[in-house]
């Protein structure tokens, strides 16, 4: 059995626009749901008073303090030109930091705080964390990430730095297309059975395939890093705002807010689109833009038009996946969907035709799946083993159930998975030694054999790059291997042995030796994360904790001296004053409170408040009622 708790761990799946997470409770595989709704927006909201995530955050999308869809520039240097394309129609600031690592800058007053890509994520996965607690009572230690298929190296290091950092247990890190497959293997027979699974989140598109046997083999993964949810809102956003522009002949200019307004009102129409009954959508435009003519109709056709592009994208993929894997569309069994843009009617139809009429598998909520699997895969790893509710014959597809019954996953479920991209040398004249290939099977290991060129030679450097091109500079950079040590001898008398090495869960890496014996290695790019990176995430995180909390403190303490004047009892006036008092020449004689200090502060003046003023009091610390109590704001501690 693994040695870990159940009660203690959680499957999170963080999404590119929504993130979701699964629990073990009572026997079964729990979706912690807020506010009614099983996903939460990736949405993080950073001020002077507090970090939001979520919802609420959702609503100042548009604001430069509002970050979302920093999973698309996870682990990428700032001149990448997928960071260069995301920059362009962000509202909020992104800068090169000193190591060329793209960061969001926010204002804080006159102070400035640095988001990374795994800053963003720390706050989700934190917002999960105290979320379980909340609901449960539960402390959370151990995690089980997903990522897309097609993640490198660096990016799933960095997913896993962001738990790490909050001094959590990462137990496993999953590709999401796998997970998604386990979720459905717990619900509908799937042994034996080859399955192709396409993924089509938010902002990212995978496509892996799976024998389904005594374990979950991956056959082949493909994937497109820029293609999601977000790129058919878009081409439903360009629609309206031409629209527009129809009914007023000519270019309106729009501020900030209207566009905001007009993207939220084409991510409601596309999720309509989605429904097999809705053909054409009225969209009163009033609210968004001053005039009684403003009300435009869309259509089903005209939506489907705006993006056939992107479909036609998306099966280029599957046949890439499909060659790959050396397998034709009458070998797959079943094609399951997941993602919320999976849904999207013509996305639905098109994989339907391009598979023969085959329906694809859609009994589990598409957006929860991935998040489900990872959850049913570390109970299994624990020993539980997993039994769901019985389906309902005509609550199924048909042809995966030939009658009414319970089908579970083998316990102990297991994992082989392929590497889903090369990783390879620099040669001569910018070409490659492909070290480790392209869908190799998990584990992996491989040698290269390496000799000096040079007399003397004492070092040698080897540039290693990840990627799937035959050109090595349009590879992404993994790091660069410094050998030291090497005895001085006439070139070529020195043999250099290099080890690749994947472990089954796709992390790399490398080891050296020369004539046998090991080398000081070390593998260095901007990339790469050390243990210094983590304690400056977290120092960063107290500090902007801090500047909130001194923040809300203040606010309070406003606030309660307003309080003061109606108390219309005198001895209550006067111990209140008197509290009045201690709280302020404790805020001017305490140098550097720490974060518990300012906590219990603001307790005492709630209970104080509590005592002696005879009416509700209602904070206003984030413009919306009782926001610092509200779910989406982060409590620290």
Request: glycine share 6%; net charge negative.
């Amino acid at each position: 059995m693994a040695d870990y708790d159940i009660d203690e761990t959680i499957a999170l799946d963080l999404g590119t626009s929504n993130s979701c997470c699964y629990f073990y409770k009572d026997g079964s595989l729990t979706l912690l749901q807020v506010e009614g709704k099983g996903t939460v927006p990736s949405v993080v909201r950073i001020t002077e008073k507090a970090t939001i995530v979520g919802e609420v955050a959702k609503k100042s999308l548009g604001k430069p303090d509002t970050l979302f869809e920093l999973k698309r520039i996870l682990a990428r240097k700032y001149d990448d030109p997928v960071v260069t394309e995301c920059v362009k129609n962000w509202p909020f600031n992104i800068e090169a930091n000193e190591k060329g690592i793209p960061v969001a800058v926010i204002k804080l007053g006159e102070k400035e705080s640095y988001v990374k890509p795994i800053d963003f994520y720390m706050y989700i996965i934190r917002y999960f964390i105290d979320e379980v607690k909340k609901q449960t009572g539960r402390e959370v230690k151990n995690i089980v990430m997903t990522v897309p298929a097609y993640f490198g190296e660096h990016q799933r290091k960095a997913t896993m730095f962001a738990a790490q950092t909050l001094n959590l247990r990462v137990l496993y890190l999953m590709n999401e297309p796998t997970a998604a497959a386990i979720a459905y293997a717990c619900e509908n027979d799937l042994r034996g059975k080859t399955i192709l699974v396409y993924d089509l989140g938010g902002g990212t598109f995978d496509v892996s395939i799976l024998e389904v046997k005594d374990k979950f083999e991956v056959l082949a993964t493909s994937g497109d890093s820029h293609l999601g949810g977000i790129d058919f809102t878009n081409r439903l956003y360009e629609i309206i705002e031409k629209k527009v522009n129809d009914i007023f002949h000519t270019q309106v200019d729009l501020s900030l807010s209207q566009r905001n307004q007009l993207r939220a009102i084409a991510e409601e129409l596309k999720i309509s689109f989605s429904n097999e009954t809705c053909d054409c959508m009225e969209v009163p435009l009033d609210d968004v833009i001053d005039s009684e003519d403003a009300t435009v109709v869309i259509t089903r056709d005209e939506f489907d038009a705006a993006i056939c592009d992107l479909i036609e994208r998306s099966m280029s993929v599957v046949m890439d996946c499909l060659a790959q894997a050396n397998k034709l569309k009458n070998d797959i069994d079943d094609v399951i969907l997941i993602g919320g843009s999976s849904q999207i009617l013509a996305v639905r139809r098109s994989v339907q035709q391009f598979f023969g009429g085959k329906k694809p598998m859609a009994n589990i909520n598409p957006a929860e799946a991935v998040a489900r699997g990872a959850m049913c895969f570390a109970c299994e790893k624990k020993g539980i083993n997993i039994v769901q509710t019985m389906i309902p014959l005509e609550e199924t597809n048909a042809h995966h159930l030939e009658e009414t019954e319970s089908v579970v996953v083998p316990a102990g479920v297991e994992i082989c998975e392929i590497c889903p991209m090369r990783y390879v040398i620099e040669q001569p004249d910018d070409r490659i030694d492909i070290v480790v290939p392209k869908n190799a099977r998990l584990p992996f290991m491989e040698k290269r054999y390496y000799r000096t060129y040079e007399d003397d030679q004492e070092y040698v450097r080897i540039h290693i790059a990840q990627g799937n091109s035959d050109v090595f500079s349009e590879n992404t950079e993994y790091g660069v291997l410094e050998i030291n040590g090497i005895p001085r001898k006439p070139k070529g008398e020195v043999r250099i042995e290099l080890i690749a090495m994947v472990d089954a869960f796709c992390q790399v890496s490398f080891r050296a030796f020369c004539n046998g014996v090991p080398a000081r290695l070390t593998v260095s790019s901007p990339l790469t994360l050390k243990r210094t990176d983590m304690t400056e995430a977290q120092q960063e995180m107290h500090r902007v904790e801090l500047v909130q909390l001194r923040n809300q403190f203040m606010q309070k303490l406003e606030q309660f001296h307003s309080i003061l004047e109606t108390i219309e009892d005198d001895e209550s006036r006067e111990l209140t004053s008197d509290y009045y008092d201690e709280m302020y020449a404790w805020f001017e004689n305490t140098p550097n409170p720490l974060p518990e200090d300012f906590r219990t502060a603001m307790e005492g003046i709630d209970a104080t408040i509590r005592q002696y003023v005879s009416y509700p009091v209602c904070y206003d610390n984030l413009g919306v009622s009782a926001a610092l109590t509200d779910s989406s704001v982060l409590q620290y501690g």
